[in-house]
């Protein structure tokens, strides 16, 4: 056998072309190797592929939790306005055409809607008293009163409202300015 000498001393574990063809098992045995390599490389293609398909699957899956948690996350809250909505029609049966619907059946049912939002998240602002905020109100207009404090809410033209402590609309208000 010939070895060759200097750099390729290091790879003795592949065999040269002339020690091949001097001795036919190490052809054999190489043959082998190179088959044993390319199952292998088979076999990790094959879990590379499973994988990328896995994955689609777990993303398309993810995808549809979320189309389905906002299609149907809602349904709790619409449970609880369909009472509000029952009082409501109930609230009309009453009305003749000498009598008009009592607001205190009115009063009732907004007290039970704004439980309902709160229980939810929801969250209406009536600062009607407060002093003015421009994170959460708006103000349509200005008012003088010399009764009451500068910059104290004197009416409430539209309730504002949060979810979850974000503010989704600022309510809308008559301001107290009092002139220097």
């Not at 398909?53 to 899956?61: D, F, G, L, Y």
């Not at 009082?87 to 049912?109: C, Q, V």
């Amino acid at each position: 056998m010939n070895k060759k000498k200097g750099s390729d001393e290091s790879n003795d574990a592949t065999p040269s072309e002339e020690e091949i063809q001097e001795n036919p098992e190490l052809e054999s045995s190489s043959n082998e190797e190179d088959a044993s390599l390319e199952d292998k490389i088979s076999f990790l293609e094959d879990q590379i592929l499973r994988l990328q398909a896995e994955m689609i699957n777990t993303q398309k899956s993810a995808q549809n939790d979320i189309v389905r948690a906002r299609i149907f996350g809602l349904e709790a809250f619409m449970k609880d306005l369909l009472s509000v909505i029952d009082n409501l029609f109930r609230n009309l049966d009453f009305k003749t055409e000498e009598n008009t619907i009592p607001a205190d059946g009115y009063e009732l049912i907004l007290r039970e809607l704004e439980n309902v939002l709160s229980k939810n998240g929801i969250i209406l602002l009536d600062p009607l008293g407060e002093e003015f905020d421009p994170k959460l109100h708006e103000a349509i207009s200005t008012s003088s009163d010399k009764e009451k404090g500068n910059n104290t809410i004197l009416s409430v033209a539209q309730k504002g409202c949060t979810l979850n402590d974000r503010l989704i609309r600022p309510a809308l208000v008559v301001v107290n300015k009092i002139p220097h």
